[in-house]
């Protein structure tokens, strides 16, 4: 199995920017999608980017053109750069790993709060 831990979350004001980072350990780290989901209070967890093993990416439409994911296979990371944050940002964030399509694991989460 693979195991995730994620870092970096914070509080950044409207417009500012963090860098959350997601470790794994455990399987082989290139073979997964890995993904950042995140979810506020009251709301669904939502999938809000993704990149393949194959370093194909996609986002939500919410946060198309501010969050970037990327990966480093070498130092088993997945992160997530998110930049011009607004306030409906907040949430816990989640990274997680899959393979073909299937959900295998997930960290515990990172508090994002974008406020003033």
Do not use: H
């Not at 831990?5 to 417009?15: D, F």
């Not at 093993?53 to 939500?60: E, F, H, L």
């Not at 930049?83 to 299937?102: F, I, Q, R």
């Amino acid at each position: 199995q693979v195991q995730l831990a994620e870092s970096g979350g914070g509080l950044v004001q409207p417009g500012g920017s963090l860098r959350l980072s997601c470790a794994a350990s455990g399987s082989i780290f290139s073979a997964y999608t890995m993904g950042w989901y995140r979810q506020a209070p009251g709301k669904q967890r939502e999938l809000v980017a993704a990149i393949t093993s194959g370093s194909r990416t996609n986002y939500a439409d919410s946060v198309k053109g501010r969050f970037t994911i990327s990966r480093d296979n070498a130092k088993n990371t997945v992160y997530l750069q998110m930049n011009s944050l607004k306030p409906e940002d907040t949430a816990v964030y989640y990274c997680s790993a899959s393979k073909t399509l299937v959900l295998v694991a997930w960290g515990q989460g990172t508090q994002v709060t974008v406020s003033s």
